[in-house]
C-alpha cells in the first residue's frame, strides 16, 4: 500500500535561518513525488515535483527538495526562510504503476511557523 | 483568473438534506479529481474522471455521493442525506495527461461543507 509519513506535526524556524520539512514515503514501483502548500482557507498550491532525474529539485517560492531513493525520503528545504513561508505543507506520492494509480497519496501535513 | 474553479465556497446545511457542489476545472486539462479533507489531515482521494468517464472511486465514496462530469468540462459532486461526518473540504483537483500521467495536479480553493 502506498503512504505518506511527514513526522513532524509543526516545524519552527527563525526568519533567515534554513528549513527543512521532513517526509517519508512508501510506494509500489518508481515514486513520483511532490509538494504542495496551503494556506488558510486555500486550496493546496503546486510547490514542486520529482519524477525522475537529478535527486535536487528546485520548486517555486525559492523551495528545493532531495530525493533519497536508500532512505525512501524526499524532504522539502530553504536556504533562508521568510515569515511569509508560514503555512501547511503537503508531501505527496503516487505510483509509476499506471492502470488507475493516478491518486495522489498525501501525509497529514506539516505546519511551518516562522519567527521574525 | 484561470486557475480551478469551486462553487460555493461555503456550504451549511442541516443534517439529512442534499448538496451538490460545482468545480470547473483549468480548460485544458483532461482530468478531474475530487479529495476531501478533514481538520488536521491530508486531502484524500474520492475519485477522478479523464475527460468524461469516471475511472476510479474509493472506498470512501459511499453510495450517498455521486460525481459527474457529463461533457468532460465541469464536474458535480452530490451529497444525499448528508450526514455529520460528512463535514469537511471538498477539493477539486485537475491536470493534463501527458507522458505517463506526471504532470501537477492543480487544486481549486475547495467547498467547505459544515452539517449542523
Known amino acids: 500500500a502506498q503512504s505518506v509519513a511527514q513526522p513532524e506535526d509543526q516545524v519552527n524556524v527563525a526568519e533567515g535561518n534554513p528549513l527543512t520539512v521532513k517526509c517519508t514515503y512508501s510506494?509500489?514501483?518508481?515514486?513520483?513525488l511532490f509538494w504542495y502548500v496551503q494556506y488558510p482557507n486555500r486550496g493546496l498550491q503546486f510547490l514542486l515535483k520529482?519524477?525522475?532525474?537529478?535527486?535536487l529539485v528546485k520548486g517555486s517560492y525559492g523551495f528545493e527538495a532531495e530525493f533519497n531513493k536508500s532512505q525512501t525520503s524526499f524532504h522539502l528545504k530553504k536556504p533562508s526562510a521568510l515569515v511569509s513561508d508560514s503555512a501547511l505543507y503537503f508531501c505527496a506520492v503516487r505510483s509509476s504503476h499506471s492502470g488507475g494509480y493516478n491518486k495522489l497519496i498525501f501525509g497529514a501535513g506539516t505546519r511551518l511557523a516562522v519567527h521574525p | 483568473d484561470t486557475g480551478v474553479s469551486q462553487d460555493p465556497r461555503h456550504k451549511i446545511t442541516k443534517r439529512g438534506q442534499n448538496v451538490t457542489f460545482r468545480c470547473d476545472p483549468i480548460?485544458?486539462?483532461?482530468?478531474l479529481y475530487w479529495y476531501r479533507q478533514t481538520l488536521g489531515q491530508g486531502p484524500e482521494f474520492l475519485t477522478y474522471f479523464q475527460n468524461e468517464a469516471q475511472l476510479e472511486k474509493s472506498r470512501l465514496l459511499s453510495d450517498r455521493f455521486s460525481a459527474e462530469r457529463p461533457k468532460g468540462s465541469f464536474s458535480t459532486l452530490e451529497i444525499q442525506r448528508t450526514e455529520q461526518g460528512d463535514s469537511a473540504m471538498y477539493l477539486c483537483a485537475s491536470s493534463l495527461v501527458s507522458g505517463e500521467g506526471n504532470q501537477p495536479q492543480h487544486f481549486g480553493d475547495g467547498t467547505r461543507l459544515s452539517i449542523l
Open positions: 520529482y519524477i525522475t532525474g537529478d535527486n
Open positions: 510506494v509500489s514501483g518508481n515514486p513520483y
Open positions: 480548460s485544458e486539462h483532461n482530468r
